[in-house]
């Protein structure tokens, strides 16, 4: 178990530009999920993914925010056009479930993002 | 929609004081409810809870939920410096995802030596 796995570990770029994190899941890990954290606060959900699909998207993800999780293994999120309310960590969690069971989620180091 | 209240928002004591952490909550459907311990970097798993009354406990740590008053507590016996870090709670209903974790805003949990 190599545990969760995020790359970069620090981004920052100016405002405007495009940005992609990378997640690497837990290996028999089958549910993937991100959040975003701002300080002094808790994780919020941004969205999900059950294999190669995903099944949810808060309504904190605009249409600048994509995700992608190809083949049902590592997962991107890409933010276009971003702005200065982007500026947060964006962790990645992952876990092993069935239907309605599911197991405690283990998360990665995170991805700080800094927008000048 | 969910909702998670931590409190106190904040702690400080001394090495070897007892604190109690608490969390409630309004969720649709309950599945379980998680608490996780976050220092610099990734919230690190401590413990699921799905069913009221039953006592989970790892080393000094020890937590319990009521389901029919909407709580749960977070206990650390004999605290240490080590023990200081942010604790967060989080809930799990079956809305929409299996999974999908509404956090509260956590407890500053400080240990002075």
């Known amino acids: 178990d190599t545990g969760v796995s995020q790359n970069p570990r620090h981004k920052i770029t100016k405002r405007g530009q495009n940005v992609t994190f990378r997640c690497d899941p837990i290996?028999?890990?089958?549910?993937l999920y991100w959040y975003r954290q701002t300080l002094g606060q808790g994780p919020e959900f941004l969205t999900y993914f059950q294999n190669e699909a995903q099944l949810e998207k808060s309504r904190l993800l605009s249409d600048r925010f994509s995700a992608e999780r190809p083949k049902g293994s590592f997962s991107t999120l890409e933010i276009q056009r971003t702005e200065q309310g982007d500026s947060a960590m964006y962790l990645c969690?992952?876990?092993?479930?069935?239907?309605?069971?599911?197991?405690?989620?283990?998360f990665g180091d995170g991805t700080r993002l800094s927008i000048l | 929609e969910d909702k998670v209240v931590q409190s106190p928002l904040s702690l400080v004591v001394h090495e070897g004081d007892t604190v109690t952490l608490n969390c409630s909550y309004e969720v649709t459907n309950f599945r379980s409810l998680l608490w996780y311990k976050q220092e610099k970097k990734a919230p690190t798993f401590l413990f699921m809870l799905t069913s009221s009354g039953i006592e989970k406990k790892s080393g000094r740590l020890s937590s319990i939920l009521d389901k029919k008053e909407l709580f749960s507590i977070l206990n650390i016996t004999a605290t240490q410096t080590g023990d200081s870090a942010i604790y967060l709670c989080a809930v799990e209903g079956d809305g929409t995802s299996y999974g999908k974790l509404t956090f509260g805003q956590g407890t500053i949990l400080t240990v002075h030596p």
């Open positions: 290996s028999e890990h089958n549910r």
């Open positions: 969690a992952s876990s092993r479930g069935q239907g309605d069971s599911n197991q405690p989620q283990h």
